[in-house]
């Protein structure tokens, strides 16, 4: 695991918070514990055994959803503190979890799905592919119809792709403080793919694109195949012509929520543009802030499941800026259902592209 790096915990400690603004967990909750200095505190001091853990120092230190929102104003480029957060409390064994997160770690466990549902068998997705698209537990629980979209996408553009019976990819397990169910997730997973004989992996979650390329490593477990997102790969091809999307029931004006990890962590901002682009018919009118200065949507680091109520009103917040009365689009399972917390109508970009392919490669 990941060491904690005690030099830029300290700097960050000892910030005026200049990133206030930008912290999801500070604008939703008003507790200046839960601010990034705030939290940086607390974790710099049990770090040096001045504060012992407890339930109310673990509740405020895991109090971020991982957003990277703090790096914007951040004068150190070299500080991750969500990350500095999540090594710390992970490090601190005596921190375990919090007594809200055991249902699901015991899902994780029985299941592999904090949701304690198992994979439902996906419509034109066979063994052997060579391609393996990886839907994530979020998407197959919360919007099997994503995965439809996708599995629907391939079988238009002619893709040779697979699925196999995922376990969850082992992030949420490390985010609720249980490493070693991380680290058994990820082998499962790991000689599952390995089996599978895919020479490339789409995720359809950008948390597991996460995970695979940044957490795996940190672990030990390189996996041995090509690593994309599902918003990427789907604009590879749409640019083949593999994919022609005719006029889909969508039309009009829509806005696009870049999910954080696309934008600031993957860089994958004018892909999700060009996506929307691609389909005649829709406008795209621009969130502010949108694109690498995105919001939270309420979603990040299981929040929805492990403290609905700061999930809700994150996402209220966010909902906010978006221009109001238009069809939101984004590509992630996570913020699609952060938020549908509002009025409004929410999809994520591969259904509204598989409705405007509905057969004979489109058109
Ligand atoms: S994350 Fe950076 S800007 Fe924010 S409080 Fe810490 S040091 Fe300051
Ligand atoms: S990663 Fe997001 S939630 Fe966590 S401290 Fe930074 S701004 Fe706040």
Redesign the pocket.
Known sequence: MAEVDLEQLM??AL?P???RSECPALQAGSREAVA??GK?RLAAMAQNAQLEWSESLLEAVANCLGCRG?TI????PE?N?CDELLFSRIGAKPAGALPAWEPYLNNLRKYGSPYGKRQEEFRGAKRGGKVLFYAGCTALANNPASVEAYCHLFKQAGVDFQMIEEDCCGYPAETWGDLELAKKLASENRAKIEHSGAELLVTGCPECWQTFTERYPDWGLQLPLEIVDGSSYLLGLLAEKKLKPGRGGLTGPVTIHDPCILARTAGVISELREIVLAVPGLELVEADPGKEKTRCCGGGRMFQLSFPRTAEAVARKRLEEMPPAIPILTACPFCREGLKTGEGKVYELVEIIAEACPGDNCK
């Open positions: 700097n960050c910030c918070n200049m990133c990034p200095a940086a703090c104003h951040c004068p150190f500080l503190l």
